[in-house]
C-alpha cells in the first residue's frame, strides 16, 4: 500500500506542476527515471532492511509514474492516426514486455540482496533515460520546425496582403 499511494501523490504533484507549466513532462520523466536509478544504487549498497524497503518503495513509486506522465507527449509525438495507434502498440508491447522480463530478472537464487538484480534494473532504466532524452531532442526539434513554419507562412500571408492593399491603393 505505501508504495502505490507515493506513486500516486507523486503522480499528482508531478501532474500539478506539468499543469501549472513549472516543469515539462520530457523533463520530469528523466528526473523519475534518475530518482529511481538512485534508488536502485542505494538498495545495491545498504543491507539495513528499513532503508531497503523505503528506497525500494520510492524507486516503485518513480516507475509507475512515468507511464501517464509521457502519455499526452507520446500522443503529440505521433502524427497522424497510423502512427498514433503504432506508438501507442509499441509503448503497451514494451510495458508487457517489464511483466516478462521482471520475474526472469529477480529470481529468488539472486536473493535476497538481489544485487544482480538491481543492477540489471539499472542498466534498463540508463537505456530508457537514452530513449527519453531522444525522443524529447526529436520532438523538441519537430516542434521547433513547425514553429518556424508557421511563422514564416503568417510572414508571407501579412507580405501578401500588404501588398494586395498597395495594389489596391493603385
Same mark, same amino acid.
Given at each position: 500500500?505505501?508504495?502505490?499511494?507515493?506513486?500516486?501523490?507523486?503522480?499528482?504533484?508531478?501532474?500539478?506542476?506539468?499543469?501549472?507549466?513549472?516543469?515539462?513532462?520530457?523533463?520530469?520523466?528523466?528526473?523519475?527515471?534518475?530518482? #529511481? /536509478?538512485? /534508488?536502485?544504487?542505494?538498495?545495491?549498497?545498504?543491507?539495513?532492511?528499513?532503508?531497503?524497503?523505503?528506497?525500494?518503495?520510492? #524507486?516503485?513509486?518513480?516507475?509507475?509514474?512515468?507511464?501517464?506522465?509521457?502519455?499526452?507527449?507520446?500522443?503529440?509525438?505521433?502524427?497522424?492516426?497510423?502512427?498514433?495507434?503504432?506508438?501507442?502498440?509499441?509503448?503497451?508491447?514494451?510495458?508487457?514486455?517489464?511483466?516478462?522480463?521482471?520475474?526472469?530478472?529477480?529470481?529468488?537464487?539472486?536473493?535476497?540482496?538481489?544485487?544482480?538484480?538491481?543492477?540489471?534494473?539499472?542498466?534498463?532504466?540508463?537505456?530508457?533515460?537514452?530513449?527519453?532524452?531522444?525522443?524529447?531532442?526529436?520532438?523538441?526539434?519537430?516542434?521547433?520546425?513547425?514553429?518556424?513554419?508557421?511563422?514564416?507562412?503568417?510572414?508571407?500571408?501579412?507580405?501578401?496582403?500588404?501588398?494586395?492593399?498597395?495594389?489596391?491603393?493603385?
Amino acid at each position: 500500500m505505501p508504495t502505490y499511494a507515493f506513486g500516486c501523490a507523486c503522480l499528482v504533484l508531478i501532474g500539478w506542476l506539468i499543469h501549472t507549466k513549472r516543469i515539462v513532462s520530457w523533463a520530469a520523466a528523466i528526473t523519475l527515471e534518475l530518482v #529511481a /536509478c538512485v /534508488c536502485y544504487i542505494i538498495l545495491i549498497t545498504v543491507r539495513t532492511a528499513i532503508v531497503r524497503y523505503i528506497f525500494l518503495t520510492i #524507486a516503485v513509486g518513480c516507475s509507475i509514474s512515468i507511464y501517464p506522465i509521457l502519455w499526452p507527449e507520446r500522443i503529440r509525438a505521433a502524427r497522424g492516426t497510423t502512427a498514433t495507434g503504432l506508438a501507442i502498440g509499441i509503448t503497451n508491447a514494451a510495458a508487457q514486455l517489464s511483466g516478462i522480463v521482471g520475474p526472469k530478472v529477480y529470481l529468488a537464487e539472486y536473493g535476497p540482496m538481489y544485487r544482480v538484480s538491481f543492477a540489471a534494473s539499472i542498466g534498463v532504466l540508463a537505456s530508457a533515460i537514452a530513449s527519453i532524452g531522444a525522443t524529447w531532442w526529436i520532438v523538441r526539434k519537430r516542434d521547433i520546425a513547425d514553429r518556424n513554419a508557421a511563422s514564416g507562412t503568417q510572414a508571407g500571408a501579412v507580405s501578401l496582403a500588404s501588398s494586395e492593399s498597395d495594389v489596391a491603393k493603385v
